[in-house]
């Protein structure tokens, strides 16, 4: 295995987050220029598919899931001014910070993960038909 020596890996770190910015043309200082809908569907994507790694008992991959939301759930915040847009950014921060070992107890005992339990599923309420196969409850 090669290392990469502290001057390359200053380059690389200069040139990474312009690699990783989509190609975005921003003035903002990079954050991607998305429509409510578009922000509000990035979000959502992420957070159906952490609530179904919570659904596997995966919490690792749910925080996974919803540390990726974040960004999406920022640009949604910012480009819609209703009280709910504040309101999904707060749930995604608040299970993306989470910590994994930390879930299942604050799924039965904490009145937080249970508010932003209902926010995430009222705002990304899925199109798709619910699965007739039983799983454990978010």
């Not at 770190?13 to 409510?36: I, K, N």
């Not at 159906?48 to 690792?60: K, L, P, S, V, W």
């Amino acid at each position: 295995m090669k290392l990469i020596g502290p001057v390359a890996l200053a380059v690389v770190l200069a040139v990474a987050p312009a690699a990783c910015s989509g190609g975005s043309d921003s003035s903002d200082g990079g954050t991607p220029r998305l429509s409510a809908a578009e922000a509000m569907d990035a979000t959502c994507t992420e957070v159906r598919a952490g609530i179904d790694e919570f659904n596997r008992e995966d919490y690792a991959g749910t925080v996974e899931h919803f540390a990726k939301a974040k960004v999406p759930a920022k640009v949604y915040a910012k480009v819609n001014e209703e009280p709910e847009a504040d309101a999904l950014l707060d749930a995604v921060e608040y299970y993306a910070n989470l910590a994994p070992e930390n879930y299942p107890e604050a799924a039965r005992s904490s009145e937080s993960f249970a508010r932003n339990k209902i926010i995430t599923l009222e705002q990304c309420a899925s199109d798709e038909p619910i699965d007739a196969t039983p799983g454990t409850p978010v």
